[in-house]
């Protein structure tokens, strides 16, 4: 290779890791907490029956299930109340909306005469965050390249990539939409999708 073709070589290489270096800088992430899956214990028996009986937005069935749904329309979560006084709550975006759904489960227990003296402790047991990494992914190539993934393009268009080394369970469309599930904090999902991006990238550049 002559000098001037080898001169031309490099500056190919510099232009391309210019462009990948750019196109790294512009990738715009956007994601958002859309579920908080907490558990707690109330250490208070519950009457359950007397709690259906007299609350509305209630379900109770226990032939079939010994836990009672309690349905809170703001902020919009769903409690699943068990007799001995754990609760699981659901939907909440926010810690504070997690802490204002288990005040109105407190409150709603005052009707009945259930009075709640301790202050429950909170257990984060998933968070289910959603969102764009703002690049188009070709999932037939993640599929074979990322070791940790199933994709049935038949059944369902998502590829799922378990990222163990952020504990993350990651949804990927071929548009750059996400869905992640399995952290216990907002920081850890912010920390999954870095780590997933540059994973992304890597399978990218080979």
Request: proline share 4%; charged share 30%.
């Amino acid at each position: 290779m002559t000098k001037k073709k080898a001169g031309k070589t490099v500056k190919k290489y510099k232009k391309s890791v210019k462009r990948a270096k750019k196109a790294e800088d512009g990738v715009k992430k956007e994601i958002k907490v859309v579920n908080i899956v907490i558990s707690t214990s109330l250490k208070h028996d519950i009457p359950l029956e007397k709690m259906a009986a007299t609350l509305p937005n209630t379900e109770y069935n226990p032939e079939q299930f010994p836990g009672l749904v309690l349905r809170i329309k703001e902020p919009k979560t769903s409690a699943l109340i068990f007799s001995s006084g754990n609760v699981v709550c659901t939907g909440a975006r926010s810690m504070d909306k997690v802490r204002e759904s288990i005040k109105k489960i407190i409150k709603s227990l005052e009707k009945i005469n259930i009075k709640i003296t301790i202050k429950p402790e909170i257990h984060i047991q998933n968070i289910v965050a959603s969102g764009s990494i703002g690049m188009d992914l070709n999932l037939n190539v993640l599929a074979m390249k990322l070791n940790n993934t199933e994709y049935e393009p038949e059944q369902f268009p998502g590829l799922v990539y378990k990222l163990r080394e952020a504990n993350a369970t990651f949804l990927l469309f071929s548009n750059g939409k996400i869905v992640c599930t399995g952290t216990k904090s907002e920081d850890a999902v912010h920390d999954a999708v870095e780590k997933l991006i540059v994973n992304l990238k890597r399978v990218k550049i080979k």
